[in-house]
C-alpha cells in the first residue's frame, strides 16, 4: 500500500503547491516596487560619472601630476613614481561599463532594429565605447569580450583582451552604432546631459569620437589608422564649441552638481591644488590669456607688491620639500575654482571642438582627409575654440600671444610639437585624455622629477592593474601582465604607445 499511495501524495503535493504559486510573482510584487528601469537615467547617470571622474582622477590628481599640470602638493606628493595598484579608476570604469550596458543588456534588448530602441541603444553604445577607449588607454590590455554580457554570462574570471583587437572591436562598433542613428527614432530627450537628444550632434560626436579613434593608434597600426582617420574626417565632426559633449554644471546646487574640480577643491586639502612649475611656466613665457582664470599668483608676490606666478616641481625629494615655502607657489585661481559665486557655472567638457581641431591639424600633416596647408588653419581654430571654452571665454586673441597661433618656418616635428603643447594646456581638468595624449604624442617634453620613485625616475607610461583583479582573476592577470614589456608596472608602454 505504500507503494500505491506514495506516487498520489507527491502528484497531490505538487500540484497543491502549483495552484498556490501561480501568481506568486504578481502577489509578493509590492504595488509601488520599481519593475523597469527608465534607461534615460542610466545614460545621464553615466554620462555625469564618467565625465566627473576626471576631474578628481584618483588619487590626489595623480595622473594630472604626472604629466605637470598639478604638483602634487606640498605634503601630498601624489607626483611622486611610487607603484601602487589603482583599484579606484580601474573598479569605477567597470561600473559605468555595467552600469551602461544593462540598456543593450536587459532593458532595450531585443528593440535593435525598432524605433522606440534603436536610437537610445545607438547612443549608449557610442557613450560605452568612449569608456572602453579610455579604460584600454589607461592600463593597456583589460577584460572586454567576457565582460558587461548582463546578469545572465556574468564571468567572473574573463581573459584580458589585447588592446590592438579591442582598438579594432571598437572602430567597428562605432560604425555600427553611427548607422543606427536615426532622426525619427525615440531619443533619450532631457535625459542626454550631451545634447538633449539632438541626433544631427550625436552623428558629429559619434564621427569625433572614430577620428580619436584612428588618430590614437596612428604610431602603432598606420594602415587602419588612416583608413579610419580619413573616413572619419570626410564626414560631419564636431563644428564649433556650441557642439562640445558637456556635462552642466549648478554652483548653487549640492555638491553632486557642481564642477568637479570646484567641489573638489572646496572640500580638499589645500595641497591638492598647487600647479607645477612646468605648467605655470609654458604659459607664462607665452603670455597665454588663460593663464589668470587657471593660476593664482603667490601670496608672497602679491604681499611684496609684485603679484608673480610660480608652480612647484613635481616628484621631490624629502630634502627639497622641507624648504619648500608654499606662499612663494601659485594655487589654481581662487577666484575660478575656489568661488561657488563665479558664473556662469564651468561647464565639465567631455569632448571638444578644440579637441576636434587639434586631430585635424595632426591628421593634415599626415594629408589624412586633407592637405598639409590646412594643418595650420585646423590648429589655429583648435587654439581659439580653447580660449573661448569657459571658464576662460577670450573671444580675441591678444597681440602678445598671437605668436603662438603661426606655423611659419617650422619643420613639420615643429608644428606636432605646436599641436602637442596647447592640446596639453587645452586638456587642463580632464587629466585622464591629457596624460593618454601626452603619452601618444610625446609634447611637450617633460623631465622628470628627482625623487626616483619605484620607476627609477621615469615618468609613468600606464597605471597598474587592480589588485583584486589580480588577486580574483590571477591566471588571466599574469597572462596579461607577461605580455607587457617590463610587467605589471609603471613602466611598461601599451599597444599603440610607440613614441
Known amino acids: 500500500m505504500k507503494n500505491i499511495f506514495k506516487p498520489i501524495l507527491l502528484t497531490a503535493a505538487v500540484c497543491l503547491f502549483q495552484a498556490c504559486t501561480g501568481d506568486f ?9 520599481v519593475t523597469t528601469i527608465d534607461p534615460g537615467l542610466v545614460l545621464s547617470k553615466v554620462q555625469k560619472d564618467a565625465a566627473f571622474a576626471e576631474g578628481v582622477e584618483y588619487p590626489n590628481n595623480q595622473f594630472g601630476s604626472w604629466i605637470q599640470q598639478w604638483a602634487g602638493g606640498v605634503l601630498i606628493s601624489s607626483s611622486r613614481y611610487v607603484e601602487q595598484s589603482d583599484n579606484g579608476t580601474w573598479e569605477a570604469h567597470y561600473t559605468l561599463l555595467r552600469n551602461i550596458s544593462q540598456i543593450r543588456n536587459q532593458i532595450l534588448k531585443g528593440l535593435e532594429t525598432d524605433p522606440s530602441g534603436r536610437t537610445k541603444l545607438a547612443i549608449a553604445k557610442i557613450v560605452e565605447i568612449s569608456v572602453w577607449q579610455r579604460l584600454t588607454d589607461l592600463f593597456g590590455d583589460v577584460p572586454y569580450s567576457q565582460t558587461a554580457l548582463g546578469q545572465d554570462d556574468v564571468n567572473t574570471k574573463p581573459v584580458f583582451d589585447t588592446q590592438e583587437s579591442i582598438y579594432k572591436s ?29 541626433i544631427t550632434k550625436w552623428k558629429k560626436y559619434a564621427n569625433s569620437l572614430k577620428l580619436r579613434l584612428g588618430m590614437r593608434i596612428r604610431y602603432a ?26 556635462i552642466p554644471t549648478y554652483n548653487n546646487a549640492t555638491n553632486a552638481n557642481v ?8 572640500a580638499g586639502s589645500p595641497d591638492l591644488k598647487y600647479l607645477a612649475d612646468a605648467f605655470v611656466t609654458q604659459l607664462v613665457s607665452t603670455n597665454d590669456p588663460r593663464l589668470p582664470r587657471i593660476a593664482q599668483p603667490s601670496v608672497n608676490s602679491v604681499k611684496a607688491g609684485t603679484p608673480a606666478y610660480k608652480g612647484i616641481g613635481v616628484a621631490l625629494t624629502d630634502a627639497i620639500l622641507k624648504t619648500i ?32 581641431s587639434f586631430y585635424k591639424a595632426e591628421a593634415a600633416l599626415e594629408g589624412w582627409g586633407a592637405t ?128
Not at 564642477?259 to 572646496?266: A, D, I, M, T, V
Not at 571665454?393 to 605668436?403: G, I, K, L, R, S
Request: proline share 5%; glycine share 4%; charged share 20%.
Open 25 to 33: 510573482e504578481e502577489i509578493n510584487t509590492p504595488p509601488t516596487s
Open 170 to 198: 571598437l572602430i567597428t562598433d562605432i560604425n555600427t552604432a553611427m548607422a543606427q542613428l536615426n532622426a525619427t527614432d525615440a531619443s533619450y530627450g532631457n535625459a542626454d546631459f550631451y545634447y538633449k537628444g539632438d
Open 221 to 246: 597600426d598606420a594602415a587602419l589608422a588612416q583608413k579610419t582617420v580619413t573616413e572619419a574626417m570626410a564626414q560631419p565632426l564636431l563644428e564649433s564649441n556650441a557642439d562640445n559633449a558637456t
Open 259 to 266: 564642477h568637479p574640480l570646484l567641489n573638489h577643491f572646496l
Open 325 to 356: 615655502i608654499k606662499d612663494d607657489y601659485s594655487t589654481a585661481s581662487t577666484a575660478t575654482f575656489f568661488n561657488r559665486d563665479f558664473s556662469p557655472a564651468i561647464p565639465c567638457i567631455v569632448m571638444s571642438f578644440s579637441d576636434v
Open 372 to 499: 598639409e596647408a590646412q594643418a595650420e588653419v585646423f590648429y589655429q581654430a583648435g587654439v581659439k575654440a580653447a580660449l573661448a571654452q569657459a571658464p576662460y571665454n577670450v573671444a580675441t586673441v591678444p597681440a602678445t600671444f598671437e605668436t603662438q597661433l603661426s606655423f611659419t618656418g617650422l619643420t613639420k616635428e615643429q608644428k606636432l610639437e605646436k599641436i602637442g603643447t596647447q592640446k596639453w594646456i587645452q586638456l587642463f581638468g580632464r587629466s585622464y585624455e591629457a596624460f593618454i595624449e601626452w603619452r601618444r604624442m610625446g609634447y611637450p617634453s617633460l623631465k622628470p622629477g628627482p625623487f626616483a620613485g619605484s620607476t627609477n625616475g621615469t615618468i609613468p607610461r600606464r597605471t597598474i592593474y587592480s589588485s583584486r583583479e589580480a588577486l580574483l582573476n590571477q591566471d588571466n592577470y599574469k597572462e596579461a601582465s607577461a605580455r607587457l614589456s617590463k610587467g605589471d608596472t609603471y613602466v611598461s608602454k601599451v599597444w599603440w604607445d610607440k613614441r
